[in-house]
Each structure stands twice: as C-alpha cells, then as structure tokens.
C-alpha cells in the first residue's frame, strides 16, 4: 500500500497515521516528525527547517523533497509507506509522483480528514500545552492553517481528479475515526 494521510494541522493526522501504518504493515513517514527530530539534534537541517517552521510557513521544497526521496529509498519503505504531511504542495506532488513512478509502483490512496474548524484551534491549543510545540502558539496556529488552505487544500482536487480521495469525517472519537478509515480502506484493499 501506497498511502498519504491529508487534512488541515489538527485534524488528528498522526495520530490516524500510526494506526493505519500498523495495520498495513508500513512505515508512517512524517516530513513534520522528521524535521522536528533534526531541530532537536541540531543538524544543519533541523537549524535550516526552524527557521520556517517557527513561523507557520512551509520548508523550502528542494530540501523536503530530497529529505523524503532519501526517506522512501530505505529498505522499510519498499513494500509500500503512508505519508503524513507530504507532499504539502503542487511541485511535491509532481516530485512524489516521479518518486513513485521510479519504484514501478503506483499510488492507492489519499486519506482526507475533514474536521471542525474550531475545534481544531482547540485541539492544537492544547496539544500546545501537552508537548510544548514550537509552533503551536495562536498566531502560529492560524499561519499554518492558513498556508494549508493556500498551499495544500488544492491538493485534494488533483488527487480527486485522479479518483484517489477517500474523505473520512475526523471529527469525533479517536477510535470511531480508525474505523472509518479502516472501512474505506477495506474497500480499496479488495479492489
Ligand atoms: P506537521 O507536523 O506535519 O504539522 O509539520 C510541522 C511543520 O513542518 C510544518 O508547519 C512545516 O513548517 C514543516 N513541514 C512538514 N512537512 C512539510 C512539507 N511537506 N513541506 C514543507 N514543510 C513541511
């Protein structure tokens, strides 16, 4: 399985990309995971990556794009992997198809949390609290949501257009949305 995991900061997408990566078996690549352990090492990555993430804005493409091609070339990820929070814009999704294309492979599903607006300030207000993220203050939270909408929510139409979007209502109990997504997903196992 060939897998990305979408919807805005908040929607609970690492939480559900933990549970769908064991299910199937596959490694859940977090670009979000991946730069924030390069921050707290102190690469010359994780400095670079700060720099935006601090803000709310997006790293610059040409050093994500090789940081997940580096990624998807380990030998864990050759029998397939979910992505969380890749690709984030029109030049990744390009990247990622070149990617994918090279593996003699294909792309089977993008995941689409669709959640409650207000509820996700919530969500990330106290996930702010609960793991002291850098970027979770309010004015950070609503730059990032905002770059998602300019940046990342046109992304779902280009995997739309291609019949890959499965949209799953993330709001609610944590448990409650696995199992949607394992349902849809069973759907596209058994095709
Ligand atoms: P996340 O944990 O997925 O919300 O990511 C946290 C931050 O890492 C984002 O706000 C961006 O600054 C950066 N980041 C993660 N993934 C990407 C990506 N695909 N493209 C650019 N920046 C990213």
């Known amino acids: ?25 596959i490694p859940a690549i977090s670009t979000g995971d991946i730069f924030r352990a390069n921050v707290s090492q102190g690469t010359p ?13 997006y790293v610059p493409d040409s050093i994500t794009n090789l940081m997940v091609r580096n990624r998807i070339d380990e030998p864990d990820a050759a029998q397939g992997f979910l992505l969380d929070g890749y690709p984030r814009t029109l030049a ?10 090279y593996t003699g492979h294909a792309l089977d599903a993008v995941v689409v949390l669709t959640v409650d607006k207000d509820e ?13 993220r850098a970027d979770d203050t309010e004015d950070v ?28 209502d993330g709001m609610g109990d944590v448990g409650d949305v696995t199992k949607r997504i394992f349902d849809e997903l069973d759907i596209v196992t058994e095709s």
């Not at 990744?92 to 294309?101: A, S, Y």
Request: aromatic share 6%.
């Open 1 to 25: 399985m060939r897998l990305i995991i979408m919807g805005p900061p908040g929607a609970g997408k690492g939480t559900q990309a933990k549970f769908i990566a064991e299910h199937f078996e």
């Open 45 to 57: 990555l994780g400095v670079e990556a700060a720099s935006y993430m601090d803000k709310g804005e």
């Open 92 to 101: 990744q999704v390009e990247e990622l198809d070149g990617m994918i294309k």
């Open 120 to 132: 996700i300030v919530q969500r990330l207000l106290q996930r702010a609290e609960l793991e002291g």
């Open 141 to 168: 939270i609503r730059r990032r949501q905002e770059v998602y909408l300019e940046e990342t929510a046109p992304l779902i139409e280009v995997y739309k257009g291609r019949g890959l979007v499965h949209e799953i």
